[in-house]
């Protein structure tokens, strides 16, 4: 049988003093249990809320950064590498070129490895009226200006004369994130429509087939600075895209017309 704690009167239905703290004590330890009870489901529902705000950013910093990487892509077309499996063919007669390589230096040439050679930009000044000379003069200056960081491993001129800047083992600082694997070509314009002159349009064609040729990239894979970043360069090809088309097609047939069959060898 069990014996239920309660309180004791006296004779006279007094409640007794020693009675009175007991019960007095038997209501403290209850609500020091009921407290006790309270706090634990406090913690564990704070752990439980830490657990869950803790998965949430997670899952937010992790949408960030996809966005973030959409969002440097958006408005760049992709380039998709060639899927034939047959050599390109070859331009056995390179263009006439200077070979004037830019003094090594962090601005212009920092002698960093390319990868590998998997497309051609093509750009454009932007500055109309310059030579081939003078832009690759404004590239050398780069190392005591510090200016910013350009170059490209042609430029093309107005009358046609191609200068080399930079070797084609090494990366130039002209196409943001494909300065890895492309080689770049920057073209002369009289005028600020960025239309090239009949000369430089023929030295751009050879030189971009004997590239082609070279590295055993397919004209699909020649681009304009603008396919990468969204950037209007070059210009008129952007603004003409048919002109651009044209251009593409012209290397083309300039391959298959002088070009031969590559041996394995060739690299």
Known sequence: MIKKEGIRKNGEGNVTSEERKRREAYLARRRKRKRKRILQMVRKTVITCGAIL???????????????TENTTKGAKKVVASTNSSRQKVITEAPNYKVELL??????????????????????????GTTAEQNRSYFESLKDSHETKASSHFVVGIDGEIVQCIPSSEISYASNDRNNDTISIECCHLDKDGKFTQETYDSLVHLTAWLCGKFDVSVENV????????????????????AWEQFKKDVQNYLDTYGVEAEENIS
């Open 54 to 68: 803790a998965i949430l950013l997670v899952i937010i910093h992790i949408s960030q950064k996809v966005e973030a």
């Open 103 to 128: 003094t090594p230096n962090e601005y212009s040439r920092p002698q960093i490895a390319m990868d590998e050679v998997r497309g051609i930009v093509i750009h454009y000044t932007a500055n109309p």
């Open 223 to 242: 681009i304009r600075h603008y396919d990468v970043t969204g950037k209007e360069c070059p210009l008129y090809f952007v603004e003409h895209e048919d």
